[in-house]
């Protein structure tokens, strides 16, 4: 090595060099492209059969779920560039799942090849949602009565089917579930997991069908200094 050529700072070997000065010996021995998790820890409901991601339930498709277990469990090198990523999932039982992954790309000049396997594991967790309905949890109630005349069974039905119209237009929601329904004196009884679903229920037979509702409040407890109520909301139809 001439006087005044670079050189690497760890070994003293000449071009090429990284960014950083180390020849692609040394820079090999310091860096890796990439670096992955041998298992990732997944959580799925029994009873319904979500899946709790990202702090929050709800429900995936199996490759979107690996697809997040992969992204949580790889990482890249911060200077890495042109990086390609190539996956194959192998199922080894109903709670485990092995990725095959294959990571390259290039760190300053030099090119990497990496190969990662990480498995998948599957553990039971109740959602808060069947935890709910199983202690039979409910924050709305809806009263659906007649303006004075006894409703007929079809009316009750196409009423009652209306819900199920208008859950299937919404974005899916844990808490939009029934605890319980069924006739009473007079008309129909539902009792729904979520205050905003009955709202939405009630604007959407008005809508339809016309009539008035009348919106009760009850308290049933307190929560963290505040007062937690349930809703009761009556709709009659005309």
């Not at 409910?138 to 007649?146: G, P």
């Amino acid at each position: 090595m001439s006087r005044g050529e670079a050189f690497c700072i760890a070994c003293g070997a000449g071009p090429p060099h990284s960014s950083d000065r180390l020849c692609e010996a040394c820079f090999r021995d310091r860096n890796t492209l990439s670096e992955c998790d041998e298992t990732s820890q997944a959580y799925r409901c029994p009873k319904c059969g979500m899946n709790f991601e990202s702090s929050r339930w709800g429900f995936l498709e199996t490759d979107d779920l690996l697809q997040r277990r992969l992204d949580d469990s790889l990482r890249i090198h911060e200077r890495a560039e042109a990086v390609g990523i190539a996956t194959q999932s192998e199922t080894i039982d109903e709670r485990n799942v092995r990725i095959h992954v294959q990571v390259d790309g290039q760190i300053d000049a030099f090119y990497f090849d990496q190969k990662h396997e990480v498995i998948v594991r599957t553990s039971n967790m109740i959602c808060k949602t069947c935890t709910r309905k199983d202690g039979n949890y409910y924050e709305a109630t809806i009263q659906i009565r007649s303006a004075g005349r006894k409703l007929e069974e079809e009316e009750l039905a196409e009423l009652r089917g209306s819900l199920d119209t208008l859950l299937a237009s919404m974005e899916p929601d844990p808490m939009f579930f029934i605890t319980k329904e069924g006739a009473v004196v007079g008309g129909w009884d539902v009792t729904l997991g979520s205050k905003a679903l009955a709202r939405n229920w009630a604007r959407h037979m008005t809508q339809k069908w016309g009539g008035q509702t009348k919106e009760t409040h009850s308290v049933v407890g307190q929560k963290d200094g505040l007062d937690v109520t349930r809703l009761t909301v009556l709709y009659r139809r005309p």
